[in-house]
């Protein structure tokens, strides 16, 4: 769905309640699930920003429309670790995006969990969150490389990755082939990660598959930040916050801001929402093209 023009009031002119994003830069319940359950117990977090300076997040729950949870394990969630489930129980409502794509364990992601074992919480995480259509799946990114003598891709498990998703009541899936930044590059090159970026008329092709595959599943598949996709049929543009959507979903049907996030890519199509990660908090899933963490 597509950011309209509301902006920060909601209706009656009241002020409307923030969407908290925990978070696009780091994974806090994987990896910082003590710094993110003390924030919740302070009901504030300060944020350090990418070029210095620090913001002031209000975390009480009475001003806060939508918790939004990135991971690729929510063991500590589902484990309640430092109390944070209770925490966020606090909170009127959660929404997960749950990153799988299928290279846990592997050389581009060393210390993530295999994808099956990870698609083991899926159950929880719905439950946790008041149903399944508080739950996304992130097969993102997607990633091609070379590895004895042969092209390798972790597309080809989507087929059983779909399957077990929509048996669990998934509706969402969301893609983006990867996007090979500086930093990135030379991480590859230091690991001897031999990637391979195709071209366009590939990944479109590729993604045509793959949306065949969601749909013969039920299941709706939304690009995320990937204008290259436009026009492939089955396929989305992705607006990971989604106002229009966290309102839909509210258990009071409270107005969330439907305003364009400024703070991300011009490709985005993401509501406004304050991050409440920091690059500093540097992430050990050790993921070789993530683009947020600082070592190569």
């Not at 045509?208 to 013969?216: G, H, K, M, N, T």
Request: charged share 25%.
């Amino acid at each position: 769905m597509r950011p309209s023009a509301t902006g920060s009031s909601g209706r009656g002119n009241r002020p409307l309640k923030t969407v908290v994003s925990a978070s696009r830069r780091t994974d806090l319940i994987a990896s910082f699930p003590d710094w993110l359950a003390g924030v919740l117990r302070a009901r504030r977090a300060t944020v350090l920003g990418p070029q210095g300076g620090a913001t002031e997040v209000d975390l009480d729950p009475g001003q806060v429309h939508t918790f939004v949870l990135w991971s690729k394990d929510f063991r500590n969630f589902l484990e309640n670790a430092h109390g944070l489930r209770d925490r966020l129980a606090a909170y009127d409502q959660l929404y997960l995006h749950f990153t799988v794509t299928g290279l846990g364990g592997s050389a581009a992601e060393p210390a993530v969990p295999p994808w099956r074992e990870a698609l083991a919480q899926l159950s929880g995480l719905a439950a946790l969150a008041g149903g399944p259509g508080r739950v996304s799946v992130r097969f993102d990114p997607l990633v091609f490389w070379r590895e004895g003598g042969r092209v390798r891709t972790n597309l080809t498990i989507f087929p059983e990755l779909a399957k077990i998703a929509a048996a669990r009541g998934i509706k969402d899936i969301r893609i983006s082939f990867a996007q090979w930044y500086g930093k990135a590059r030379r991480r590859a090159a230091a690991r001897g990660f031999a990637y391979i970026d195709p071209p366009d008329e590939t990944k479109r092709a590729c993604a045509a598959d793959l949306a065949a595959v969601a749909a013969d599943h039920g299941l709706v598949l939304h690009a995320c930040c990937q204008p290259l996709l436009t026009g492939v049929a089955g396929i989305r543009p992705s607006a990971c916050i989604d106002g229009e959507l966290l309102e839909r979903l509210h258990p009071r049907r409270e107005p969330a801001a439907r305003r364009k996030d400024r703070g991300q890519r011009a490709d985005c199509l993401c509501t406004e929402s304050k991050d409440i990660g920091s690059y500093t908090q540097t992430c050990p899933h050790g993921c070789v093209y993530c683009y947020a963490n600082p070592v190569v």
